[in-house]
């Protein structure tokens, strides 16, 4: 018989939409807000379309070629790990072999005119050097990227350290 009274009550309640968790003290939350009241994401993703509305297909770009002229590129923002300035088809990075390491091994580096890999990326998660490179850094393509010539898909006005301080020497030299 108390069961039975117990789901009526629990029925009236659900019929008459009151919650039970009012009754708990827990508060009751309200609806989040419709997607066009969080932010505008047309306006947001626009750049990463092209201004391609959200509704049209967009036409995919070229594929970019690889700029293979040896040259540093700058960095485009801080800590950026720098990128790769020649092609790497067919580059062998597996668990046995690493052709990265052929050239930009501190021991080969000079032989083949190659930056040497940072001290970084032989020191372990406990800053201990270590004999080879780390495993954490061993996979070279997982933070270094080639350079192609592909546009960015969005402004940056990022400007490096040595520019700032060149900026600064200059403006002083002129006062």
Not at 50 to 77: Q, S, W
Not at 106 to 116: D, G, L, V
Not at 141 to 151: I, L, N, P, R, Y
Request: proline share 8%; charged share 20%; glycine share 2%.
């Amino acid at each position: 018989m108390r069961t039975a009274i117990a789901a009526l009550i629990l029925l009236l309640l659900a019929l008459s939409g009151c919650d039970r968790s009012s009754s708990t003290g827990a508060e009751v939350q309200p609806p989040s807000p419709p997607i066009s009241a969080r932010g505008d994401a047309q306006r947001d993703i626009a750049p990463l379309r092209r201004h391609v509305p959200i509704d049209v297909e967009v036409t995919p770009l070229t594929m970019a070629k690889v700029e293979n002229f040896d040259m540093r590129r700058g960095r485009a923002y801080p800590m950026q790990p720098p990128t790769i300035p020649h092609s790497v088809d067919g580059y062998q990075v597996d668990l046995n072999s690493n052709r990265c390491m052929v050239c930009h091994a501190r021991a080969n580096a000079t032989r083949f005119q190659a930056p040497e890999v940072s001290v970084t990326h032989y020191m372990d998660r406990d800053d201990q050097f270590l004999a080879t490179i780390s495993p954490r850094r061993y996979f070279c393509m997982q933070c270094h990227v080639v350079q192609t010539d592909a546009e960015p898909l969005v402004a940056n006005n990022f400007i490096d350290i040595d520019s700032l301080l060149m900026q600064e020497q200059a403006q002083e030299l002129n006062q």
